[in-house]
């Protein structure tokens, strides 16, 4: 039974990622080109709303305001660079991957990968339908009162949700709204597609990297069952050593791969990490001012909206971090558990250095600050709370 990483497990994610031109297989001109479109769009966007402050009265709460959608908008632009610089990076552990899969032969093991994979597409169909209907709708929202005054006698002369982003064309917006509300709308829902696809694409790979873990629990978990010795034709003492090198040969291969992660992706996920932090205790603020302000619901949605994701994208992070920690401790959970005193000194010596192996906690960390575990999805939301009364004591005392 062999096992087509990419048909069987990312299927989904490479017809995202096709979309976004970020598929780190056969790249031609043209993806070069759709490259750079989505890079302007992204940009321009950001620069208009930068521009706001050559036309609007600066006034704290405006700035604040303008950074918000701001910083929520280079999120976007951060991580579409990030796969756009490590696309080599993908290709690498899809290939790992493949090669890890073509090895196994042990029909259980086989099994397990196809567990974990299935989850990690289970995943990207269930966040697919969500991100794709939320954006849709978002997209919608400021359109559907203009169909419906074609419709109806409502004049409908008022500027619809998305027009609350600060921004600044140098052009009549009135005459020129459906272009500034496609650009707006592109903007949101490109970036939706980004978050999606590559958020989707890493959880998918640390899903096999535990997919892989759990293998090599199990092969610990083996090592002392009688029946093999029996069928195998070998000594005892030499399937004992041969399975504790097959698991420890698969963690090695696990822990190598969150490395590549790692090492590659520390830059960008740490600036993804404190632009996020900065954004969203930005976005509570402006949430709370906006709440203020009864009359002002779409602007409310607004900030609900990016806080919401930014809360999402925050704790998904952390929790398939966690599951990393928790299947590799598992692995010496395991060590422990077997009847090492009935082994042979020298392979009591194996098992003694891989005990001692476990006695680290072990972390996927960036920039030697953000550590991927649910106890930091809390530090940083306690974080973005307290720059929140920062802020809002600050503007207060103003």
């Known amino acids: 039974m062999t096992i087509c990483v990419v ?13 976004l031109a970020l598929w780190p297989y056969h790249r031609t001109k043209l993806v070069e080109l759709h490259l750079v479109l989505l890079f302007f769009i992204f940009i321009s966007f950001i620069l208009v709303q930068l521009t706001t402050f050559l036309t609007t009265e600066c006034t704290p709460n405006m700035r604040i305001r303008i950074f918000s959608f701001v910083l929520y908008f280079t999120i976007y632009l951060i991580k579409y660079s990030c796969f756009c610089i490590n696309s080599d990076t993908i290709r690498c552990l899809l290939d ?42 978002l997209c919608l929202l400021p359109i559907v009162p203009r169909i419906l005054g074609i419709f109806t006698s409502i004049n409908v ?16 917006q009135e005459k020129y709204y459906y272009y ?25 790979c640390i899903k096999y990297i535990c997919g892989l873990f759990r293998i090599a629990s199990c092969r610990i978990d083996q090592t002392m069952e009688t029946s093999m010795f029996q069928s195998a034709g070998l000594s005892k003492d030499c399937v004992i050593y041969k399975k504790i090198v097959h698991a420890i040969d698969i963690y090695r291969k696990a822990v190598e ?25 930005l976005n509570l603020y402006g949430l709370h001012q906006a709440l203020m302000l009864v009359s002002v619901t779409e602007e409310c949605l607004m900030y609900v ?3 919401v994701v930014i809360l999402i994208y925050m704790f998904i992070a952390s929790y398939i971090g966690q599951e990393v920690s928790d299947h590799h401790n598992h692995v010496f959970i395991s060590v422990y558990n077997i009847k090492w005193y009935v082994t042979p000194l020298y392979i009591q010596r194996i098992i003694l250095f891989l005990l001692q192996k476990g006695t680290k906690n072990f972390y996927i960390t960036f920039g030697g600050q953000f550590v991927m575990s649910m106890e930091s999805a809390t530090t940083m939301l306690s974080t973005s709370i307290s720059y929140f009364t920062i802020i809002y004591s600050t503007q207060q005392d103003t």
């Open 7 to 19: 048909d069987q497990h990312f299927s989904l994610n490479k017809i995202l990622l096709r979309a």
């Open 157 to 172: 002369s008022e500027e619809y949700f998305m027009i609350h982003v600060p921004r600044e064309y140098f052009i009549d």
């Open 180 to 204: 500034i509300l496609l650009h707006m709308e592109a903007n949101f829902f490109i970036g939706a597609i980004v978050l999606l696809a590559t958020g989707t694409m890493l959880f998918g």
């Open 257 to 281: 791969l969150c490395d590549i992660i790692k090492s590659n992706l520390v830059g960008s996920c740490f600036s993804l990490m404190l632009v996020g932090v900065i954004s969203l205790s």
């Open 96 to 137: 790992k991957f493949q090669y890890i899969c073509d090895e196994l032969k042990d029909e259980g093991e086989i099994a397990i990968i196809k567990e974990y994979g299935n989850e990690a597409k289970r995943f990207t169909l269930i966040m697919s339908v969500y991100s794709i209907s939320n954006a849709l709708i």
């Open 305 to 307: 909206t990016l806080t």
